[in-house]
Each structure stands twice: as C-alpha cells, then as structure tokens.
C-alpha cells in the first residue's frame, strides 16, 4: 500500500506569512493528490486536489504543487489568517486501482496574530 | 443538500455493549467509508463499500462489522466495545472514481468506559 508522510507534524506562522506543507509518497503510480483541511470539531473538507499532468495549481491564497519524479506534493498558504488554523492532510492516490484514500498523518497549522 | 449525515454525534457506551453508527450520504455516491481517527495516528481505514451489497476491509476492520443494504447507507457496528474503540470515527463517501474527493460527514464521538 501506500506509505504517506508529512512534513512538519506542526507548524506555527504569523498572520500573512506564508505557510508550506510537503507530503511524500511512495506508490509511483499515484496520480491524485488532494489536500483536506479540517477544524476542530469538523470532518475534513476538501480544499484543493492536483493530477499528475499539472505541475501546479491555485485557488486565491492556496496552491498545491507536485513534483513526480521525487515523488512529493506540497500545498502552499499565502497571506495566512487565523480561520487557517486547521489540520491539513494529504491523501495520494493511484486512481486506477486504489478505491481508498491513504490519509497523511496530518499537520497542525496555527496562525498566531 | 445534506451532503453526509452521521448519527448519532456522541455517544457514552460500556465495555461488553453494542451499538451501530449510522452514514447517510444523499449524493448518490457508489463508495462509501468509515474511518477512525485518533490523536496522533490520523485517519485509519477500517471499512469501506464500493457499491450497495459489497463491503470490503481496511486497515483496522478488526472489532467491527458493517453493512450496505442501500445505497445511501452504510452501518458501522460494535458488537462487543472495548476501551480501545474509544474514538471520533467519520463516514464518507465519493463518486465512482474519488476524482473530485470524499465527502465526511460531521464525525461520531465515542466513548467506552
């Protein structure tokens, strides 16, 4: 199966510096690379998602970036608020023979004032 | 558009008792999950369905038994809880291919005393 890492476990930023989280995978047949956000008391949501024929993509202040020969995908925050203090995981994916999602161990991002 | 429902959202069980936790999805999604996630240790695939009448195992299925009479549903049970059940367990589900991601519902606080 797949082996899923993050990086770093938590994480603490000012309000609008920037915020980056990596995620590395080891199946190198994972085309799917969504990113979930989850506060606290909530199920995860899903805040953006890349395929493996797009380097990069953005969505106002979070892009998410993959790089599939060193096999990692990192997701970016810009200008960070205090409503982005979540959990963020990552969950890669081979979406020709997986059904399930391999959930990242998680990062905890605090957005301080 | 309720999206997933989970019931209930809390719920105080003794060791030795039985409960079923109820996933209800109005997506017409065809799979459908259960997860448990505990502190540190991230999301964890107990369950999961491909489509109604067809369950399969995850990671941790031990303990557990689940049920897809109808597409919309899918039951999680405890036959017999132990301490170690003691978790937020969240259903979810996805369209045929996850390509646009999953959908959790809201999450089911359990205790085992």
């Known amino acids: 199966g797949e082996n899923v890492e993050q990086h770093p476990s938590t994480l603490s930023v000012q309000e609008g510096d920037s915020a980056v989280i990596k995620c590395t995978y080891s199946d190198s047949a994972s085309n799917y690379f969504p990113w979930y956000k989850q506060e606290l008391g909530k199920g995860p949501q899903l805040i953006i998602d890349?395929?493996?024929?797009?380097g990069e993509k953005k969505d106002q202040r979070i892009a998410v970036t993959l790089n599939k020969t060193a096999k990692h995908f990192s997701l970016h925050i810009t200008e960070t608020q205090p409503e982005d203090s979540a959990v963020y995981f990552c969950a890669p994916r081979n979406t020709g023979t997986a059904s399930k999602l391999t959930f990242g161990t998680g990062t905890r991002l605090q957005v301080t004032l | 558009n309720a999206g997933v429902t989970q019931t209930p959202k809390f719920r105080v069980l003794k060791t030795g008792q039985s409960m079923t936790l109820l996933c209800a999805q109005d997506?017409?999604?065809?799979?459908m999950y259960w997860y448990r996630q505990d502190p540190g240790m991230g999301l964890r695939l107990i369950h999961y369905?491909?489509?109604?009448?067809?369950?399969a195992k995850g990671e941790v299925p031990d303990g557990y038994n689940v049920s897809r009479l109808k597409k919309q549903n899918f039951l999680l049970g405890l036959e017999s809880a132990a301490p170690s059940q003691t978790s937020v367990y969240f259903c979810a589900s996805s369209d045929l291919q996850a390509d646009y991601g999953y959908t959790f519902g809201s999450g089911t606080r359990l205790t085992v005393v």
């Open positions: 997506m017409n999604h065809e799979y």
């Open positions: 890349i395929r493996s024929n797009v």
């Open positions: 369905s491909v489509g109604e009448g067809t369950t």
